[in-house]
Structure formats: C-alpha cells, structure tokens
C-alpha cells in the first residue's frame, strides 16, 4: 500500500504533510482527507477544564499563571 501525504496547515499555522489515513472505501479506493485545521494550543481549554469541574475564575487564573495557553484575547 502506498503512503499518501496530504498537504495541511495555513492560517495561523505552518504547513506540513501528514500522512494519510490508511484505508480505502469503495470500489474506487477513496480514501478520507482532511477536512478541518486541528485545534490550536489552548483552544478549548476553557470547555475541557469547565466540564472537569473547574469554575472561570480558576481557569482565568491558570492562565494568567502560564500553567495552560490562553487564547481569550484572540480572534478567530
């Protein structure tokens, strides 16, 4: 089976080549690509630590600690 590598990244990120999930669908051999940016450092710090317990002011406070990535002040 060949490697597919599937050119990613942009934005706000560098691109890079990733391979390919190694599966293949129907009679033409499709294979799945990617579809979407991964999510960026920190992004959804705010729901995951929430949905753990923690209240805002924790989690504002952790941020301002350095202890996690803080992406309130960024659009996008």
């Known amino acids: 089976m060949d490697v597919l590598i599937s050119r990613f990244g ?5 691109i890079a080549g990733l391979p390919a999930l190694p599966i293949e669908f129907g009679a033409d051999r499709q ?3 990617i579809r979407r940016q991964p999510p960026r450092m920190g992004e959804h ?3 995951v ?3 753990a317990g923690f209240t805002a002011a ?5 941020a301002q600690a350095g202890v996690i990535a803080d992406r ?3 659009s996008g």
């Open 10 to 14: 942009g934005g706000d990120g560098k």
């Open 49 to 51: 630590l929430g949905e």
């Open 58 to 62: 924790e989690i504002v406070g952790l």
């Open 31 to 33: 294979r799945p690509g």
């Open 45 to 47: 710090n705010a729901e």
């Open 72 to 74: 309130s002040g960024e």
